[in-house]
């Protein structure tokens, strides 16, 4: 799929391209005729924190009662189980037969998160979630599958570039009871698959932002110019928005 964030004619445009197999940002084009030195540059990570829903990830956990200080950053996990999410459920990889269960899984972060972080969280049952040793959300679920859910700002403001945690103490309610989670950086979108790209045109560069944030950026006044929408093998669909959906 692709854009053109600046198209004058045939000899004179910008084009912008995701490639979701190299996860990466590519923008090519011509300038009076003379072919543009090709740039890349890489997707934003959306999944730091990525579920269990394709390949089961790996958690620390314990069926019982942990001691003090389990839901902080530096609390030593080593001696409970090891086991793959999710937990419990249908098509669960690990069993969860008991009234209470609780998780840990540290994850890494390249930078400090500039845009909005949510969980992905499959739950039956009632859940407390906490970040870096703060509540991150609490509520509770009686259907199965994976929704979105909105963390605190105290727990969003605690993530950090390098080593994160994610803390959970999972409770039955019910005669269903699963637990698996994740953590996506939503940008502009909210849809775990999809990717937002915009294009800003200034007088004398183009700014191209991915799902928020800013990625590249290309030196170099336009006159008047249009956008247009590109793609190979498939329709695009202009409502307002530039929508893609891939398969």
């Known amino acids: 799929m692709g854009m053109l964030p600046v198209y004058v004619d045939d000899q004179n445009y910008l084009q912008a391209d995701i490639d979701l197999t190299k996860q990466e940002l590519r923008v090519s084009g011509r300038k009076a005729g003379k072919a543009l030195p090709v740039q890349t540059a890489p997707l934003p990570i959306r999944f730091p924190l990525t579920t269990s829903e394709q390949t089961g990830q790996l958690w620390h956990y314990t ?31 690990t069993p969860w037969e008991t009234d209470d269960l609780w998780l840990r899984r540290d994850f890494h972060l390249d930078e400090t998160p500039t845009c909005v972080a949510r969980l992905r969280l499959q739950l039956q049952g009632n859940a407390e979630a906490y970040l870096n040793g703060v509540l991150a959300m609490q509520g509770s679920n009686s259907l199965a599958g994976y929704e979105s859910r909105e963390i605190t700002n105290e727990a969003r403001e605690t993530l950090r570039q390098g080593r994160n945690n994610i803390s959970i103490h999972a409770h039955k309610t019910g005669a269903a009871q699963a637990i698996d989670a994740g953590l996506f950086l939503a940008g502009i979108v909210d849809t775990p698959g999809s990717v937002n790209l915009r294009a800003v045109k200034l007088k004398d560069r183009v700014i191209l932002f991915v799902n928020g944030q800013q990625r590249l950026e290309m030196g170099g006044g336009w006159p008047a110019s249009q956008v247009g929408l590109t793609s190979e093998g498939m329709a695009c669909h202009f409502g307002g928005l530039t929508q893609f959906r891939i398969h």
């Open 63 to 93: 069926l019982e009662m942990p001691g003090a200080g389990w839901i902080t950053s530096d609390f030593n996990s080593d001696g409970w189980q090891t086991g793959a999410g999710g937990f419990g459920g249908a098509a669960a990889r």
